[in-house]
C-alpha cells in the first residue's frame, strides 16, 4: 500500500490527532508531509479554492466544520484552518479598509484625553505607528513559511528566529547581544550589559496563552520519548540567568529573570500564563536589574576569597 492509499483510508483517524497516530507503514512526519504536498498542488485550482469557502461559508463559518471539509477533501485540517484564516485576513488587507480602522481607532483614543491639545501632540506619530500595526494585523502577524517547508525543518528553524528575533531586538534597544551557536549550550544567547556577561535562554511562542520552564521531550520516528533521555530538562538559574519568550508572531518579549521561573515546582512551571508575566513584558530594564544582581553577588564573592 502506498501512502496515498494509506491516507484515504485513514483520514479521519489521521485528522483526529495525527501525532498519536501509530501504524507500521508511515510516520506522522510522513504523514503532514504528503499532504501538504498534496494541499499545495491543489491550490494552484482556483475551483478548488472557491470550493473550500463556500463550503466554509455554508458551514456558517464554524471551526468544527473545517475538520468535515478537510477529511472530505482528503487533506490535513491545519492546512485548511490556515488557508482559511489567510483567505478571510486578505479582506482586512485592502488599503482603505486599513485607512479607515486608524482613523476610527484615532478618534478613539482621542476621547480618552480631556487635553486636546495633549493627544494633537503624539497624533502625528501615533497615526504612523497605528498603520504599521494594522498592516500587520491584516496579515496575521509575520509571514510564516512560504516556501512550504516540512513541518521537522520548519520547527527547528522557527526556534532559530526566535533567537535572531531577540538578539535584533535587544541590539535595537541598545544593547551589546550575540548569538551562541553551539547547539548543546543550555543557553541561546549572550548579553553584555556594562562588562556582566548575561547568559539568555529563548524560547519562541506562537499560540495559546502558556510557556513553560521546561525543554521538549524529544520525539519522533525511534525515539521513545519516555525514556529519562529523552524527557525535557528543567530550565533553572543553572542553566541561564533571563529566559526569553518571543512571540514569533509579532515579535514581543517577555524577559524573565530566573528567579522567577524557580519559583514554581516541576508540575507548575510547564504552564505558566501570559496573565502572569505581564510586568515582564516588553520590560527591557529587566536586562539591567539582573545584571545588576550578577554583579553584586560576584563582588560579594570575591571578597570572601
Known amino acids: 500500500m502506498n501512502i496515498e492509499q494509506f491516507v484515504k483510508q485513514n483520514i479521519r483517524k489521521i485528522n483526529e490527532r495525527v501525532n498519536d497516530f501509530k501504524n507500521e507503514l508511515f510516520n506522522s512526519t510522513e504523514i503532514k508531509e504528503y499532504l501538504k504536498q498534496r494541499f499545495v498542488s491543489l491550490c494552484d485550482d482556483l475551483n478548488f479554492k472557491d470550493r473550500i469557502l463556500k463550503k466554509f461559508k455554508e458551514g456558517n463559518y464554524q471551526k468544527k466544520e473545517i475538520i468535515e471539509i478537510a477529511n472530505n477533501e482528503i487533506l490535513y485540517k491545519n492546512d ?23 482613523n476610527l481607532s484615532l478618534e478613539h483614543i482621542k476621547t480618552k484625553f480631556t487635553n486636546d491639545k495633549e493627544f494633537k501632540f503624539i497624533q502625528n506619530k501615533l497615526a504612523k505607528i497605528l498603520e504599521k ?12 513559511n512560504l516556501n512550504n517547508i ?3 525543518t520548519m520547527t527547528a528553524n522557527a526556534g532559530d528566529s526566535a533567537q535572531f528575533l531577540f538578539i535584533a531586538r535587544a541590539i ?19 548579553v ?26 524529544r520525539g519522533g520516528q525511534g525515539i521513545y520519548h519516555k525514556h529519562e533521555r529523552n524527557q525535557g530538562k528543567r530550565i533553572t538559574k543553572k542553566d541561564c540567568d533571563l529566559y526569553m519568550a518571543v512571540d514569533k508572531q509579532v515579535g514581543i518579549c517577555y524577559l524573565i529573570p530566573m528567579s522567577f521561573a524557580d519559583k514554581f515546582n516541576d508540575k507548575e512551571c510547564t504552564k505558566i500564563k501570559l496573565s502572569q508575566l505581564k510586568v515582564y513584558k516588553e520590560n527591557w530594564e529587566v536586562i539591567k536589574k539582573v545584571a545588576q544582581e550578577l554583579k553584586n553577588i560576584n563582588f560579594k564573592n570575591s571578597k570572601n576569597l
Do not use: H, P
Not at 485548511?80 to 486608524?102: A, V, Y
Not at 494594522?134 to 496579515?139: D, E, Q, V, Y
Not at 556582566?196 to 513553560?212: D, F, N, P
Open 133 to 144: 500595526a494594522l498592516f500587520i494585523a491584516s496579515k496575521d502577524g509575520f509571514s510564516r
Open 150 to 152: 516540512n513541518s521537522g
Open 172 to 190: 535595537l534597544a541598545g544593547f551589546n547581544a550575540s548569538n551562541v551557536d553551539v547547539r548543546s549550550s543550555r543557553y541561546d544567547a549572550i
Open 192 to 217: 553584555d550589559f556594562e562588562n556582566t556577561l548575561l547568559r539568555i535562554q529563548v524560547k519562541g511562542i506562537s499560540s495559546g496563552e502558556l510557556i513553560s520552564f521546561k525543554d521538549r521531550d
Open 80 to 102: 485548511i484552518e490556515l488557508f482559511l484564516e489567510t483567505q478571510i485576513f486578505l479582506k482586512l488587507s485592502q488599503e482603505e479598509l486599513l485607512k479607515e480602522l486608524k
